[in-house]
T-cell receptor
Framework: AQKVTQAQTEISVVEKEDVTLDCVYE???????LFWYKQPPSGELVFLIR??????QNEISGRYSWNFQKSTSSFNFTITASQVVDSAVYFC??????????????FGKGITLSVRP | SAVISQKPSRDICQRGTSLTIQCQVD?????MFWYRQQPGQSLTLIAT?????????ESGFVIDKFPISRPNLTFSTLTVSNMSPEDSSIYLC?????????????FGEGSRLTVL
């Protein structure tokens, strides 16, 4: 069975601080996909990134970066120079595939990030 | 990409009644999923909506409580039957586009139900 653990429940930082959101996953599959979603107060889920199990390269997109380490089954997300607009709940998720029936997601419990001015 | 419209966006319902939520996509999709997000909780998959056949339910969810239809490649409904306050949640439709290759699963904005 798949499992995603986000041990941090709430994080509060001051604007411009860097913050890292942790994600640890469990799966027996050799091929799998990891995701991060953002859920702002308005409620919609915003896709941030997908990473497959064969690509361990770190990725940077603007102020966002992701560190994928298979050895520790972790897929951590760092926001650099945080902004108030980053305040949201962030979910890490796992799937066996990104097409077909196995594209269904197993979500972590989410991390509530509050960025104070 | 896919634009998903869910209706209603929110509703307040009485205990014992049923409510049907609609999910309409602006393009054909292969997979449609229904998730539930209880207050302050994560998202849990209810079922996979299969076109032209019965939905595939996850453990803990049954067809009598959450009947699902999917008549075509762009539309699905989820009914929450005989509602109780414990059914107060956000219900989200998620899709995989027919021509999707980015790995992005698209989510609707959700239907927020409050059961009194």
């Amino acid at each position: 069975a798949q499992k995603v653990t986000q041990a941090q429940t709430e994080i509060s930082v001051v604007e411009k601080e860097d913050v890292t959101l942790d994600c640890v996953y469990e799966t027996r599959d050799t091929t799998y996909y990891l995701f991060w979603y953002k859920q702002p107060p308005s409620g919609e889920l915003v896709f941030l990134i997908r990473r497959n199990s064969f690509d361990e390269q770190n990725e940077i997109s603007g102020r966002y970066s992701w560190n994928f380490q298979k050895s520790t089954s972790s897929f951590n997300f760092t926001i650099t120079a945080s902004q108030v607009v980053d305040s949201a709940v962030y979910f890490c998720a796992l799937s066996e595939s990104y097409t077909g029936a196995n594209s269904k997601l197993t979500f972590g419990k989410g991390i509530t990030l509050s960025v104070r001015p | 990409s896919a634009v998903i419209s869910q209706k209603p966006s929110r509703d307040i319902c009485q205990r014992g009644t049923s409510l049907t939520i609609q999910c309409q996509v602006d393009s054909q999709v292969t997979m449609m999923f229904w998730y539930r997000q209880q207050p302050g909780q994560s998202l849990t998959l209810i079922a996979t909506a299969n076109q032209g056949s019965e939905a595939t339910y996850e453990s803990g969810f049954v067809i009598d409580k959450f009947p699902i239809s999917r008549p075509n490649l762009t539309f699905s409904t989820l009914t929450v039957s005989n509602m109780s306050p414990e059914d107060s949640s956000i219900y989200l439709c998620s899709v995989v586009p027919l021509n999707g290759n980015t790995g992005e699963l698209f989510f609707g904005e959700g239907s927020r139900l409050t059961v009194l």
